[in-house]
């Protein structure tokens, strides 16, 4: 406990934090009075465990029950974690096990068709219905886009696919590829919201299955199909291509891929529509715990790192939008959807799965409200003069778009 202890000492310069080691010995380190939060360890190892590698240990000791909360909640320690994080980083054994994740970070992030599928499934396969308790009524799983601070997290997201629908310039008769598309909503709202034609590909079998449905359920299935599919094994030419929250998966060695891959599929007056989680500052890597356990193979990359892959492609970038604070309000309307319909969610899988949920959505929130994440939207088209020159089509485009369709 002396190390931890040493390492605590210079980790709280913000907040109180009181320890209760394995032995029953109270340790408490105070900066300020708030946040304040009172931790129990009921394992010796974590003495050690937790001083060599915190941000990977205090998740896991939470999700196996070592770690309990006797005062305060999981908000409140993960606030104090995010205001504090810089001085935990700052300190030498993270400055070097940093280093060593961003050494590695091709590898964890090398995303072949097979591991790809395998990446997928251990995330979006859990069950549909899980999904269903939290997100909103259409399963959008990406960035809402809030208006107003009364929109609801349902209206947020049909802002959210109104937005990229009028980046893509619809037309009568376009044929449309979704390159990531989920349970179904980007797609869906598209066909419902022009005469165009829509193909969704995904890797996830649940995820396949209930867009299917959907679409069959709104008689959009002469419209809209979904093909469990990889990117990389599409064939043809589209006039639009849109995708939404999936570039984040593809991995730092693969976006030249990426990018290529579009531009081939892209017709030559055709526009592409990329929306993915990035990150403010220069390349990093992602965190351990997340990468173990929520999203294996996924990386959250710089705008430079991105634009790298870009420029040797034929694509020109056409426009670029940043959201800042959109992810974070999303994360905390999940998290309040996912503690409300708690019982139902463990009945389904089990506690520990709870836990190690409502760590993820805290975390991932805390990273967009307090830490270098953001949301970024980059429009791309193969001709300089295929887009307008100036953004108001986009406004006009968005106005005459239906809140909500189907």
């Known amino acids: 406990m002396k190390l931890l202890g040493h390492a605590m000492r210079r980790f709280v310069r913000t907040g109180t934090l009181r320890v209760i080691d394995a032995d029953g010995g109270l340790h408490e380190f105070q900066a300020s009075p708030s946040p304040r939060v009172t931790v129990r360890l009921t394992d010796r190892s974590l003495h ?62 090398h995303n072949p068709l097979r591991r790809s599928r395998q990446n997928v499934a251990h995330h979006y396969d859990v069950s549909n219905d899980v999904y269903r308790l939290f997100l909103d009524d259409d399963l959008n799983y990406s960035c809402a886009y809030f208006l107003t601070p009364e929109d609801s997290l349902e209206t947020a997201q049909q802002n959210k696919l109104r937005h990229i629908a009028a980046k893509l310039m619809l037309r009568p008769g376009q044929k449309i590829l979704d390159i990531g598309s989920g349970w179904g909503g980007m797609a869906l709202y598209l066909a419902g919201a022009a005469d165009v034609d829509v193909t969704g590909v995904t890797l996830s079998v649940e995820q396949h299955a209930l867009a299917t449905r959907r679409a069959e359920e709104r008689g959009l299935s002469h419209r809209v199909r979904f093909l469990l599919k990889d990117y990389r094994e599409v064939q043809g030419k589209f006039d639009r291509i849109v995708s939404v929250g999936m570039f984040e998966h593809v991995g730092l060695g693969h976006y030249g891929e990426f990018f290529a891959k579009v531009s081939d599929l892209l017709a030559d007056d055709g526009v592409a529509l990329l929306h993915a989680i990035g990150r403010k500052g220069g390349p990093g890597a992602t965190g351990a715990w997340i990468r173990k356990y929520i999203f294996p193979g996924g990386y959250s990359p710089a705008l430079s790192e991105t634009f790298a892959a870009l420029e040797s492609s034929s694509l020109w970038a056409t426009d670029i939008e940043i959201w800042r604070l959109h992810y974070a309000e999303t994360l905390l309307a999940w998290e309040q959807r996912f503690q409300k319909n708690r019982a139902q969610i463990a009945a389904i899988m089990d506690e520990r799965f709870c836990r190690m949920w409502e760590f993820y959505l805290i975390v991932s929130e805390f990273s967009f409200r307090h830490g270098k994440h953001m949301v970024f939207q980059i429009q791309l088209a193969k001709q300089v003069a295929t887009v307008p020159l100036d953004r108001g089509y986009m406004a006009e485009a968005e106005a005459m778009l239906p809140l909500r369709r189907g």
């Not at 029950?65 to 980083?89: H, K, V």
Request: no cysteine; charged share 25%; glycine share 8%.
């Open 48 to 109: 050690r465990s937790l001083f060599l590698n915190p941000e990977l240990k205090t998740g896991e000791a939470y999700m196996d029950g070592t770690l309990i909360i006797e005062e305060g909640t999981l908000r409140d320690l993960l606030t104090l974690y995010a205001l504090n994080r810089t001085n935990l980083r700052g300190q030498p054994v993270q400055r070097g096990l940093r280093k060593v994740y961003k050494s590695l970070r091709r590898y964890y992030q």
